[in-house]
């Protein structure tokens, strides 16, 4: 780590991030990351309580004059992405990120992401529980488990764990906004196994590389390229001339937008020149094509060793299978000006010993519209023959534009920085959704400093846009209302 990024401001949230990214926290893997943040909250002589699904709760008094405000949960996710560079060396459950200052402006790492989704919110609730001087109402920070692949922190939450009336939730990416709604979404799975048989021919590795990636829902809109998709339309050319898959991958999480996918292909050898024929036209056809959005892409066709392959007819199938796959944006929301309102992701491609998976995320602010993109994909990898499971189904977060804690951000905002903020939903997956369901009367809002390049290595968050973040928050903190009677009377006593 460059500690030069200790002496940055505010210096307790560097401090914080910086130790916070020393733990390795993959999704699934946040044992080490809990065990420091329990840590952490015993160490300052707090009360610290875990639920039986393993998020923590700590729990910190009001600053003194500030007993009669609102009690408020302030909540961020302890686990992050796990994406590098395909030329890193990098192992995520055993080091600590590699961070460094670039152009004076961001704090990066070393080809792999970054965790400042969601480890700047961690870190900046961190700050306020070690702090003596901030004022502040009662504190219940709030850190869930395995947001990013699945949301089951929050979806095992039940009733009574929190008591809290207002939430700030610190995992949102832009400066000038004020999230109160976001998509839900659901994993769709799709698998099917295949006879590899010995075959005869001339073997390549088509491999395609370089791209973005990205987050599949903030950036699914931004045009960007998908390495599974685009492989895909080369494999497909190859149909045409009896091209036999011997083994595929592309992409790695739901959560992601693929970046690279490669596949192992076999070629009848009459047929090889022909083929590289159509492929180099294609190849330069796609590079052209996405010139302006993926100006790193590769696309590479090497020599190989295969001796066996799903047949020419199931790698057909297969292939056409993916491209008939949507991918994107299927619906912009008719009622709020440019945000998305349902999406799919094909995240990840696998053939490997004769079975095929095909992973995907949909999301969408509206129930029906998940549903129906939902069916319609399971429709063309059923034809495909296919079987398909639906899991992990999460809720959205409806938006409540006559929420108290958004008119006072709003007017604290104005305050300080002159201008309006923009009140927006997003079609990333807010744990705020699954929240509200067993605390529907919880006054919700997300809210975080700049950070791009979420979900991939090229992640950064902006040095003065954390300054921002931090300043905003404390006035927040410090003027939060009187508290007053909130209705949890239909709260669910279970799981949703």
């Avoid at 047929?271 to 036209?281: G, L, N, S």
């Amino acid at each position: 780590m460059n500690n030069d990024i200790l002496n940055l401001e505010p210096k307790a949230i560097w401090k914080n991030f910086s130790a916070l990214n020393s733990v390795p926290r993959p999704s699934k893997k946040e044992e080490k990351v809990r065990q420091f943040i329990i840590k952490f909250g015993e160490d300052l002589g707090l009360p610290v309580e875990t639920d039986e699904v393993g998020n923590v709760l700590i729990k910190k008094a009001a600053f003194p004059g500030m007993e009669d405000r609102k009690k408020v949960v302030m909540q961020s996710h302890l686990d992050m992405v796990c994406q590098k560079n395909n030329d890193v060396e990098f192992d995520f459950d055993t080091q600590g990120i590699e961070m460094y200052i670039e152009d004076d402006k961001f704090v990066t790492a070393n080809g792999t992401t970054l965790g400042a989704d969601n480890g700047i919110g961690v870190a900046t609730i961190m700050s306020i529980l070690e702090s003596k001087d901030i004022p502040h109402p009662a504190i219940e920070a709030f850190f869930t488990i395995d947001e990013e692949t699945g949301m089951t922190g929050a979806l095992g939450l039940k009733a009574g764990f929190l008591s809290g009336k207002i939430l700030l939730n610190l995992d949102t990416e832009e400066d000038d906004e004020l999230d109160i709604g976001c998509a839900g979404g659901v994993d769709v799975t799709a698998t099917k196994a295949y006879t590899a048989e010995a075959t005869n021919g001339t073997a390549f590795t088509l491999t395609l590389k370089g791209l973005n990636g990205g987050h599949s829902g903030v950036q699914i809109h931004e045009g960007l390229g998908n390495s599974n998709k685009l492989i895909a339309r080369l494999l497909n050319a190859g149909t045409e001339f009896g091209l036999k898959i011997a083994h595929m991958e592309g992409g790695s999480l739901r959560n992601a937008i693929p970046r690279e996918s490669w596949a192992k292909i076999i070629i009848p050898t009459d047929k090889v020149d022909a083929f590289k024929a159509a492929y180099e036209t294609l190849r330069s056809e796609i590079i052209e094509e996405y010139e302006t959005k993926e100006p790193k892409m590769v696309i590479t066709l090497e020599a190989a060793e295969a001796t066996s392959a799903i047949s020419a007819q199931d790698s057909k199938v297969f292939v056409q299978t993916i491209m008939a796959a949507f991918n994107g944006v299927y619906r912009m929301s008719p009622d709020v000006e440019g945000l998305v309102e349902t999406s799919n992701n094909v995240a990840r491609v696998e053939v490997i010993n004769g079975n095929a998976r095909v992973l995907c995320l949909t999301r969408s602010s509206i129930e029906s519209g998940k549903e129906a993109l939902a069916q319609t994909l399971k429709s063309g990898f059923e034809l495909g023959g296919f079987e398909v499971k639906f899991s992990g189904s999460y809720p959205g977060w409806k938006a409540n534009t006559h929420s108290e804690i958004l008119e006072l951000m709003k007017g604290i905002y104005v305050s300080k920085f002159g201008e309006e903020p923009k009140v927006v939903a997003c079609h990333a997956g807010l744990e705020c959704g699954i929240i509200g369901t067993n605390y529907p009367g919880l006054d919700m809002i997300s809210f975080g400093p700049n950070i791009s390049g979420a979900h991939s290595p090229d992640e950064r968050v902006e040095i003065a846009s954390v300054q921002k973040f931090w300043d905003y928050l404390l006035d927040i903190l410090k003027d939060i209302p009187n508290d007053g009677p909130v209705d949890y009377s239909c709260a669910n006593s279970k799981n949703i």
